[in-house]
């Protein structure tokens, strides 16, 4: 790169800052987290309301909710959570949870870095609110840089009837994998091309999804399964490969 | 709590929050999830007991948790199939430079921008810039390489553009 170019590059980035009102309301919200953190209280950190539901990987999977809402079909998820970790161990995960469901390390070199309640909603294509529930997500990370979701729900999982990746049988339960290609685009007042319409009629692993800046395209790899009536989700945007994921699939279910 | 008082946080704040808005910028391309990114790796940072043998190993770690994060933060993206648009009243974000070479920049893929701001920005060498991504340094090479000259196509394209353009208005008059 030249010197000229480097320059302009530079001080373009030193013109993105933050505002001195805008650190100190940094500061004001840092703190009063921390407070809040400091005695076990729950924080949902937003600082505007959020014209998207601030979604975290839920079980991957469509959720139908249970039988009372058999008559209409969720087509919408809204989840929240703190915005920071909950949970700092596994054991303490669990022992709030009242389950033995996450491991403190998992599969090759994953080590628990933290863990939330999930607060799912689902609605139907009017609005209506059909549904509400609690699941868990803990964040597995690697020294690698890669990371790994694992989403527990308590809610009978429906994978609106595709077909996955690939499944196999690991100790007597199917596990499905699935290789996901994501369209991300600003919102929904974005023009589909003809081509990417046909894709999302015609391809069970493609999806178009909102709030993003622009187009960009990313790939979700993840695994799935229903141990005991819970459903898990293992999740990833790295390139993990899918035998490591079916391997870690493999020994949740044989804890 | 080790570091959680007002003073230490607003010291931290006043190093690390711009450097935490870039990159998200970088990841992202849009600034208004910046300040909750921002939110997020300072509550990580003032709520553990993490210790660093100096400043630029704290640097290293806050630029690795932003990332962490601005993935993070993707990933929630991907589970909204569909939007429920709630009428919503936003705080302004930070508003990006107005620069044709950064749009260009904002432009390639994602490993090329993050590499190019830690490299020619940040200064981080080739070796340090691989420890933080998590890739090797050829791979973290090959992104620098290929990024300059995407870039050098792009800006030499319209280089050439300008000068036909001023070529035209020449001749016509």
């Keep these: 790169m030249s010197r000229n170019i480097e320059r302009e590059f530079q001080s373009a980035m030193n013109g993105l800052t933050f505002s001195s ?46 039988t009372a809402l058999a008559a209409s079909r969720i087509l919408t998820y ?65 020294a690698d840089g890669t990371s790994v979701s694992l989403s527990v729900s308590g809610q009978p999982a429906d ?20 290789y996901d290609e994501y369209l991300l685009l600003p919102d929904e007042s974005a023009t589909l091309d003809p081509a990417v319409k046909e894709r999302m009629e015609t391809d069970d692993h493609f999806f178009v999804s909102y709030g993003g800046e622009g187009q960009e395209t990313y790939f979700f790899r993840s695994v799935s399964f229903v141990k005991d009536g819970i459903s898990y989700n293992l999740n990833t945007m790295d390139e993990i490969p899918e035998d490591e994921l ?9 804890r | ?74 990933r929630t993206a991907f589970w909204k199939r569909h939007i429920a648009l709630d009428a919503a009243g936003e705080l302004p974000a930070p508003e990006p430079p107005q620069s044709e070479l950064l749009d260009q920049v904002m432009a390639l893929p994602k490993n090329y921008r993050i590499s190019i701001y830690l490299h020619y920005y940040e200064g981080y060498p080739v070796q340090d810039i691989a420890a933080v991504l998590g890739k090797s340094e050829n791979t973290v090479s090959a992104y620098l390489s290929r990024g300059r000259k995407k870039l050098k196509a792009v800006l030499e394209n319209d280089t050439e553009t300008e000068a036909k353009g001023a070529m035209c208005y020449v001749q016509k008059y």
Excluded at chain 1, 32 to 56: D, F, L, N, R
Excluded at chain 1, 101 to 112: D, I, R, W
Excluded at chain 1, 159 to 178: K, L, S
Excluded at chain 2, 13 to 42: G, K
């Design chain 1, 21 to 66: 009102h805008d650190k100190k309301r940094l500061l004001k919200n840092v703190m009063s987290a921390g407070e809040k953190h400091s005695k076990g209280e729950v924080i949902i950190m937003k600082t505007k309301s959020i014209p998207k539901a601030a979604a975290i990987a839920l079980a991957g999977v469509v959720v139908t909710g249970g």
């Design chain 1, 78 to 142: 809204e989840a929240s959570s703190p915005a920071y970790y909950e949970y700092n161990t596994a054991a303490d995960m669990n022992a709030e949870e009242g389950t033995q469901v996450f491991p403190e390390t998992l599969g090759a070199g994953y080590v628990f870095d933290g863990g939330n309640d999930v607060y799912v909603s689902g609605k139907d294509e009017a609005g209506n609110t059909l549904g509400k529930w609690t699941d868990q997500r803990a964040e597995y990370h690697h």
């Design chain 1, 159 to 178: 994978d609106n009837g595709r077909a996955p990746t690939e499944t196999r049988e690991i100790a007597e339960t199917t596990v499905a994998y699935n």
């Design chain 1, 246 to 254: 079916f391997s870690m699939a493999e020994e949740l279910l044989t």
């Design chain 2, 1 to 74: 709590m080790p570091h959680m008082d007002s003073r230490n946080t607003e010291h931290l704040i006043n190093i690390y929050a711009d450097t935490i808005l870039r990159i998200s910028y970088m990841y992202l391309r849009q600034t208004h999830d910046a300040e909750d990114i921002c939110q997020t790796v300072f509550l990580k940072l003032l709520t553990r007991d993490i210790h660093f043998e100096n400043l630029t190993h704290e640097k290293a770690w806050i630029i690795r948790t932003t990332i962490n994060a601005c993935k993070d933060h993707l």
